[in-house]
């Protein structure tokens, strides 16, 4: 928050001025007040604009600086009060300091399987190898070889793995969501980790914060946690009276169960029902499709490190002796897969020189599904570069949103990718489109909790797997052939017939998208 402090702290000292000022006893005698108000007003705006094209630009992408001037321009005070609350994606000194002791802990014990794992790298498609290698050098954990995955789109389903898993754990259970909400599509999932402590096993559950208190059933859920006795937190909580203040939506976007360190389940699926429990949701009988997927091997005990971090910088636990036997992780299966953390705490945009590095090996297809597909100009480099030298590209979207700005933000897009040869499918409603991966010809795949936006690149914490592997992508292939059953093409004569006011919306959310 170093440029809202900088400007906050420069009006604070022109008002230090004019109370100075005031202590002369005449100095209110004879004052043409309306003249008087009209100065102060006037001067006020003028400090606010040529503070900000100092402050705001400093750091920060063109394309946000630039909206956050023309906010601030055209409303001064209404964007200057809005730049101190969200103006800087920094994380306070205390929680950097955690997360960048819990990220030399992990990276120690990572350091030292890579050393065992050897230079198995050099076997992988050069483009590839050099994605992992840059993605180890910006936090992601070694990608690990040994690993059986499958991968359930069925939402019920989902959390009925995520519980028989629970049931079956021996030493502990531990438990991340953005919303993690108890309600009757969850219910057995909790009973699951009621069970696991009534039988000694340590269940340890984080939840973000800000995502609690604005979804329904907060106190049901903090009461449930409490009663079957698991040691819970809060991830990233904005109490401002007990000293936890942050810029509020920055927030904790993961999703990760682990289970003794063997079985990992990641992906986009909260735990909460498909309806998200809103009554406008359920007015619209809106329901979300989500993909997650059930790992086995060491990439699990990747899962647990991000969640150990996690643990830490909330708790102040350090629980890295969990990870000692790492190197002795079973080898169920035959791929490749590396975890690739990301957040303010990493500070690169690691996910998305990650993705942008794969996105270029593309020869043959490139398929993505987003439910929140804002790009940046890097990706929209990647996607023009892909189909001019001969790689289908397909995008998957919902036809409906469920966030306003998001969605028409996301359709400013669509003349620009139709016109570079990008197919766009939107899957039918009501159903949202919520899951997040892509696939990069028969090779490797991502999946994970990141959208292709500037939020996930810039703002949550993330959390991603890269796997190398032809029967992952296979069983992927299979997921996007449901969705092209349930989906329909947008073609560019479609597009060109949407109504003016669609085209308004559309250029305004652009324009907010960027003020990151």
């Excluded at 070889?145 to 793995?161: H, K, L, P, T, V």
């Excluded at 219910?187 to 609690?212: K, Q, T, Y």
């Excluded at 000692?324 to 690739?340: F, I, K, N």
């Excluded at 400013?412 to 139709?418: D, G, I, K, M």
Aim: hydrophobic share 45%.
């Amino acid at each position: 928050m170093s440029e809202a402090v900088a400007m906050s702290s420069f009006l604070l000292a022109a008002g230090d001025l004019l109370a100075a000022q005031s202590e002369d006893a005449g100095f209110w005698d004879g004052i043409n007040w309306p003249w008087a108000w009209t100065t102060l007003v006037w001067v006020v705006d003028n400090v606010i604009r040529i503070v900000a094209l100092f402050v705001v630009p400093r750091n920060r992408r063109p394309t946000a600086g630039m909206a956050w001037l023309m906010a601030i321009f055209l409303l001064p005070v209404p964007g200057l009060l809005l730049f101190l609350l969200i103006g800087g994606n920094r994380l306070p000194k205390r929680r950097r300091r955690q997360q960048a002791e819990a990220t030399r802990i992990i990276g120690d014990v990572a350091d030292r399987e890579e050393a065992v794992l050897g230079t198995y790298l050099e076997s992988l498609p050069p483009g590839i190898g050099n994605a992992v290698v840059l993605g180890r050098s910006l936090g992601a954990q070694p990608m690990v070889r040994g690993n059986a995955a499958g991968i359930c789109i069925d939402y019920e389903e989902s959390f009925a793995q995520i519980a028989s898993a629970i049931r079956g754990a021996r030493r502990y259970v531990h438990v991340e969501f953005y919303i993690l909400v108890l309600d009757a599509s969850t219910e057995d999932v909790f009973a699951a980790m009621g069970e696991a402590v009534s039988r000694g096993i340590e269940v340890r559950v984080l939840l973000d914060h800000v995502s609690a208190v604005r979804n329904p059933g907060t106190k049901r859920t903090r009461r449930k946690l409490d009663e079957i006795g698991v040691h819970w937190a809060y991830m990233l909580p904005v109490r401002p009276w007990r000293g936890q203040w942050q810029r509020p939506d920055l927030r904790n976007h993961r999703k990760i169960v682990v289970i003794d360190g063997e079985i990992g389940f990641m992906g986009s699926q909260n735990l909460v029902d498909s309806s998200y429990n809103k009554p406008s949701n359920q007015r619209r009988g809106l329901h979300w499709r989500d993909l997650m997927v059930r790992v086995e091997g060491p990439a699990a005990l990747g899962l647990e490190a991000v969640f150990l971090s996690d643990w830490y910088v909330e708790t102040g636990q350090g629980l890295t002796h969990l990870l000692h036997d790492r190197l002795s992780a079973a080898t169920p299966g035959d791929l490749d897969c590396q975890v690739l953390p990301s957040g303010p705490g990493f500070g690169t945009e690691n996910n998305l020189q990650v993705f942008l590095s794969l996105l270029y090996t593309a020869k043959h297809r490139i398929s993505i599904t987003s439910p929140y597909f804002v790009p940046d100009g890097a990706i929209m480099h990647a996607l023009r570069a892909a189909t001019s030298r001969g790689v289908y590209v397909e995008l998957f979207v919902s036809e409906i949103g469920d966030q306003a700005v998001v969605y028409h933000a996301q359709r400013s897009y669509y003349e620009e990718l139709l016109t570079a040869g990008v197919r766009i499918f939107m899957y039918r409603p009501p159903y949202i489109l919520h899951s997040k991966h892509f696939t990069i010809d028969d090779r490797v795949a991502v999946v994970g909790s990141s959208n292709m936006d500037q939020r996930s690149f810039s703002l949550n914490m993330e959390v991603s797997m890269v796997v190398h592997g032809e029967s992952f992508v296979s069983d992927l292939d299979r997921v996007v052939e449901h969705y092209h059953a349930n989906s329909r093409e947008l073609t560019h004569d479609e597009w060109r017939k949407q109504p003016l006011r669609s085209q308004l919306l559309d250029g305004l959310a652009r324009l907010t998208s960027a003020l990151q």
